[in-house]
């Protein structure tokens, strides 16, 4: 017994020198290979970074380079592939003009004027329409030419006239003005071979008919035209680039080619772009450039930009670097000095007192685990009596929920049967009335008993369908909302059709989900009926309930939206307490939205929301 206690004391002598020596000792050693291995590493981070930023710079910037001219390209495709929608509404709006012209001038003196008069008239207001770019023409249903407008044809009959592919297109323009009273023909001009849209309309008096045309390629330079004209409003960055070329000649050059290309280099990116779409990384001046033909347009367009400005930043960033490291190691060393002089001050002042508290501390441990067995103890049997407490009143409130439900359930079933119940009486007194009146017969009787059975039937699977969707769910099931939510909305249809209460059920989820089926459809129900209620109370005019399923991969949310005025800000935070409800006590338990938030949060692993919207509230539960 002595010698453990000798070796005990000897023991607590050589601590207080350990705790003095072992501290400082670790902080040199540490401090050491702590600051060289950090300034290893801090250089060649700053070296790994610098290239890593070089790097990512030119590939983000390669990256918005191809955005930019793919943005580009989408534009010229959208505008060429419209530019027949544009020759038509073009033409249309000529044709139109011509035609409102002509009837005008008919209408005004058809009953004053002769018929070689009006018709001069009208050949005169729209030869005066016509152009070099615009222009009418006007044709009777025999053929003859009435206003040639740049057909060349005047005085003539053009029912012979043939375009360069055989087609006699006069006559299909007289078919489609007879058939269709307006239309389009696409023709190929036997001058030049140039294809060209008409459009005519029947004039609806004298047998004549009206038209225009547009050649196609001319409508296609117009678009080149306004396509070159949005490249050169748009800026670009100041040390980048553009080009286009057409036939491989600049149709267009970015104002500051100038400054910071040379003309070797132009003329080296001419002789290196080709139809493939393609990156160059020849460095020509420091720059990279990117080429894609657009071949509708017979364009090249070319972008690049400038990598020796990253470089030159890179520099006085690495600079930078090098002064923060120098800084690090002298911060580093100071920081090491004072904290070895800091660990042995302390640890000479708390070596002294060091033995009384290490002996002290021995002797309070085993009263302390005393006391903390018997408050483990003690505490185990407070936390069992108030969980106990606990699960009595959520069984109660569960229980109050559940009456409250199954008051909900009687009054939903009754409205179900009262029709049923009725058609029960009246196949009664049916049969009633035929023994009294003799006209009771086998026939009858069976026809009456199959319908009261058919009936009896329906008032069964009522019965079923509610005692389903209120007894509780023993295990999850993998089920579609939107089918869910249908089928629980049947139960409470009857009661929303009574109230005048329009349900409009919105799905845009197709996925399924695992959940416990009924419980969902009561907190859908206890949502529905919560929104009925504020209808109600509130005298909406034309109400209305909305409910909308959405669901993203992680997620899905069911949203029930009343137009019933929305809820107080005040009592917001409230509304989903125990006992808490703005109803008077014969209508409302204050529990439904509480276990409304019970069943989502701790049931189905979700949670539950309010907000109001413009005219009433929104209740969404996200899943």
């Known amino acids: 017994m002595m010698a453990n206690k000798t070796g005990f004391f000897d023991k607590t002598k050589i601590l207080p020198k350990l705790i003095i020596a072992v501290p400082s000792l670790l902080v040199l050693v540490v401090g050491f290979f702590m600051g060289t291995f950090?300034?290893?590493?801090?250089?060649?981070?700053?070296?790994?970074?610098?290239?890593?930023?070089?790097?990512?710079?030119?590939?983000?910037?390669?990256?918005?380079?191809?955005?930019?001219?793919?943005?580009?390209?989408?534009?010229?495709?959208?505008?060429?592939?419209?530019?027949?929608?544009?020759?038509?509404?073009?033409?249309?709006?000529?044709?139109?003009?011509?035609?409102?012209?002509?009837?005008?001038?008919?209408?005004?003196?058809?009953?004053?004027?002769?018929?070689?008069?009006?018709?001069?008239?009208?050949?005169?207001?729209?030869?005066?329409?016509?152009?070099?770019?615009?222009?009418?023409?006007?044709?009777?249903?025999?053929?003859?030419?009435?206003?040639?407008?740049?057909?060349?044809?005047?005085?003539?009959?053009?029912?012979?006239?043939?375009?360069?592919?055989?087609?006699?297109?006069?006559?299909?323009?007289?078919?489609?003005?007879?058939?269709?009273?307006?239309?389009?023909?696409?023709?190929?001009?036997?001058?030049?071979?140039?294809?060209?849209?008409?459009?005519?309309?029947?004039?609806?008096?004298?047998?004549?008919?009206?038209?225009?045309?547009?050649?196609?390629?001319?409508?296609?330079?117009?678009?080149?035209?306004?396509?070159?004209?949005?490249?050169?409003?748009?800026?670009?960055?100041?040390?980048?680039?553009?080009?286009?070329?057409?036939?491989?000649?600049?149709?267009?050059?970015?104002?500051?080619?100038?400054?910071?290309?040379?003309?070797?280099?132009?003329?080296?990116?001419?002789?290196?772009?080709?139809?493939?779409?393609?990156?160059?990384?020849?460095?020509?001046?420091?720059?990279?450039?990117?080429?894609?033909?657009?071949?509708?347009?017979?364009?090249?367009?070319?972008?690049?930009?400038?990598?020796?400005?990253?470089?030159?930043?890179?520099?006085?960033?690495?600079?930078?670097?090098?002064?923060?490291?120098?800084?690090?190691?002298?911060?580093?060393?100071?920081?090491?000095?004072?904290?070895?002089?800091?660990?042995?001050?302390?640890?000479?002042l708390f070596s002294r007192a060091i033995n009384h508290i290490f002996l002290s501390y021995q002797q309070d441990v085993k009263s302390r685990q005393e006391q903390l067995e018997y408050l483990n103890a003690s505490l185990e049997q407070k936390v069992a009596r108030e969980l106990h407490n606990l699960r009595q009143k959520d069984k109660m409130l569960i229980q109050k929920s559940k009456m409250a439900d199954m008051g909900d359930m009687i009054s939903m079933i009754a409205h179900q049967w009262r029709q049923p119940l009725n058609q029960l009486s009246y196949i009664l007194m049916n049969i009633d009335s035929a023994y009294e009146h003799k006209e009771l017969d086998k026939k009858y009787l069976d026809n009456k008993v199959k319908e009261a059975n058919n009936l009896l039937e329906f008032m069964s699977v009522t019965i079923d369908d509610f005692r389903d969707y209120f007894k509780p769910d023993q295990k999850k099931e993998s089920v579609n909302i939107g089918n869910v939510l249908k089928r629980g909305l049947e139960l409470m249809q009857v009661p929303l059709e009574d109230a005048k209460i329009q349900i409009i059920h919105i799905n845009e989820c197709e996925k399924e989900n695992e959940l416990y089926v009924n419980e969902f459809v009561q907190v859908v129900l206890n949502l529905v009926k919560n929104s009925k209620d504020a209808l109600l109370q509130n005298s909406i005019k034309d109400p209305m309930i909305k409910i909308i399923t959405k669901c993203t991969e992680d997620e899905t949310l069911v949203e029930v939206i009343d137009n019933g005025g929305g809820i107080e800000k005040d009592i917001q935070e409230k509304i989903f307490e125990p006992y808490f409800t703005t109803k008077d006590s014969q209508n409302g338990t204050g529990l439904g939205l509480y276990m409304s938030k019970m069943i989502v949060e701790e049931h189905l692993g979700g949670k539950i929301v309010v907000e109001n919207i413009e005219g009433g509230s929104s209740f969404k539960v996200f899943l």
Not at 108 to 136: E, F, G, Q
Not at 157 to 178: F, H, P, Q
């Open 38 to 348: 950090y300034i290893d590493k801090l250089e060649q981070h700053f070296e790994q970074a610098r290239k890593n930023s070089i790097n990512e710079y030119i590939i983000n910037k390669k990256k918005e380079s191809e955005t930019w001219v793919n943005q580009l390209d989408s534009l010229f495709k959208y505008k060429n592939e419209h530019i027949q929608d544009s020759i038509e509404d073009e033409l249309k709006a000529r044709v139109e003009l011509a035609y409102e012209s002509a009837t005008y001038i008919y209408e005004k003196y058809k009953k004053t004027n002769s018929k070689n008069d009006i018709k001069n008239r009208i050949k005169d207001a729209l030869s005066k329409m016509s152009d070099n770019k615009n222009y009418i023409f006007i044709s009777s249903f025999s053929g003859d030419s009435i206003l040639s407008g740049s057909r060349g044809t005047k005085d003539k009959n053009l029912l012979g006239y043939t375009d360069a592919d055989g087609r006699s297109v006069v006559l299909e323009e007289i078919t489609k003005v007879r058939k269709h009273k307006e239309g389009f023909i696409k023709s190929t001009d036997p001058k030049n071979g140039r294809l060209k849209s008409i459009y005519v309309r029947n004039l609806g008096f004298y047998d004549w008919y009206i038209g225009s045309s547009i050649y196609k390629d001319k409508e296609l330079e117009n678009v080149k035209y306004d396509s070159l004209e949005i490249i050169k409003s748009t800026p670009i960055q100041q040390d980048d680039f553009m080009i286009i070329y057409e036939d491989k000649k600049p149709i267009h050059i970015s104002s500051n080619v100038q400054e910071i290309l040379a003309y070797e280099s132009l003329e080296m990116i001419k002789k290196n772009i080709s139809k493939d779409s393609s990156w160059y990384e020849e460095n020509i001046a420091g720059y990279l450039y990117y080429s894609k033909y657009f071949e509708p347009f017979n364009w090249h367009i070319v972008y690049g930009f400038n990598i020796s400005k990253m470089s030159e930043s890179e520099l006085k960033k690495q600079k930078q670097m090098q002064s923060l490291v120098d800084k690090e190691l002298e911060f580093i060393r100071n920081i090491s000095v004072i904290i070895v002089v800091f660990v042995l001050i302390v640890s000479i």
